[in-house]
């Protein structure tokens, strides 16, 4: 046993983790739970030297193999258990970024271009949640995928990459509704442009699914303009928000960026604070 394993009752942490686990076939469901106890004792290890046998290993490719299995099929318990656990925090940070899948530039199908076109690799979006103190809870969402090679004109066909940073936050979004308890913090780095990218994707939602009623209102404010009694769209309150940050929404201009958005975002939040801090001291 590991020192994650239940000794009370004996049960791996492995087999607790997947309890809901359902491949079609219980002997799929033993085996991706000893695969994943084998990996997890030794995670920087080959296959075959994670496993404790020739059979083992065997088996290990053997499921891997399997056309019937798949990944999201083998993490759907994984996320449920992730989720109850989320469910007992009052705040949890959601992390989201991407990193590479390098195979040593193994031959296989399904491989694409990583940073320069002659790697061969894939690359990884997941989501990793934790509480403020660091505590792991588990991953609850995961893109993979393969970039398509470079057409003779230098562009690069296939989905745009950067649909990850908005599918991801949508999946911490859902999750929300399901634990309206938890309150989640979509953290990102600065590639993500978290805000110009929601604006874009979602324009035309309600402004509330971003903001707080405070904040999309104190932009009507700042702006000098007559705050709307119904929420307002996201593309409504994006660009105001950016015009206080220097966005000057000539026609012609386009749409907003983040160099803009982020100061007018600055300048939202002061404000909210000092409003509330009236509110609380019995000012309004």
Request: glycine residues 6%.
């Amino acid at each position: 046993m590991t020192a994650c394993d239940d000794r009370s009752t004996g049960v791996s942490w492995a087999a607790k983790e997947f309890e809901t686990l359902d491949l079609g076939d219980a002997r799929l469901n033993r085996r991706a739970v000893l695969l994943a106890e084998r990996l997890a004792q030794k995670p920087v290890a080959s296959i075959p030297n994670a496993c404790q046998n020739w059979s083992e290993t065997v088996a290990a490719y053997r499921f891997l193999s399997n056309e019937d299995v798949n990944w999201d099929d083998v993490m759907q318990a994984h996320w449920q258990a992730s989720e109850q656990r989320i469910s007992q925090h009052p705040v949890v940070l959601c992390l989201q970024d991407t990193t590479e899948l390098d195979f040593n530039g193994q031959q296989m199908a399904g491989l694409g271009p990583l940073s320069y076109e002659a790697q061969r690799d894939l690359y990884l979006h997941p989501t990793y949640v934790v509480t403020p103190d660091r505590e792991p809870l588990g991953v609850t969402n995961a893109w993979t995928w393969a970039r398509e090679f470079k057409s003779a004109d230098g562009t690069r066909p296939g989905a745009l990459e950067s649909t990850r940073w908005i599918e991801s936050y949508e999946r911490v979004a859902e999750q929300a509704l399901r634990l309206p308890q938890t309150r989640h913090v979509c953290v990102c780095d600065r590639e993500s442009d978290i805000m110009v990218r929601l604006g874009r994707a979602l324009a035309e939602l309600p402004a509330d699914l971003v903001f707080e009623a405070d904040e999309w209102k104190a932009a009507f404010i700042l702006n000098k303009k007559p705050v709307l009694k119904a929420v307002s769209e996201l593309n409504t309150v994006l660009p105001l928000i950016a015009q206080l940050g220097g966005f000057l929404a000539r026609k012609g201009d386009g749409e907003p960026g983040v160099e803009s958005i982020w100061p007018g975002m600055q300048d939202v939040a002061v404000f909210v604070e000092g409003l509330r801090y009236a509110r609380q001291s019995g000012g309004i």
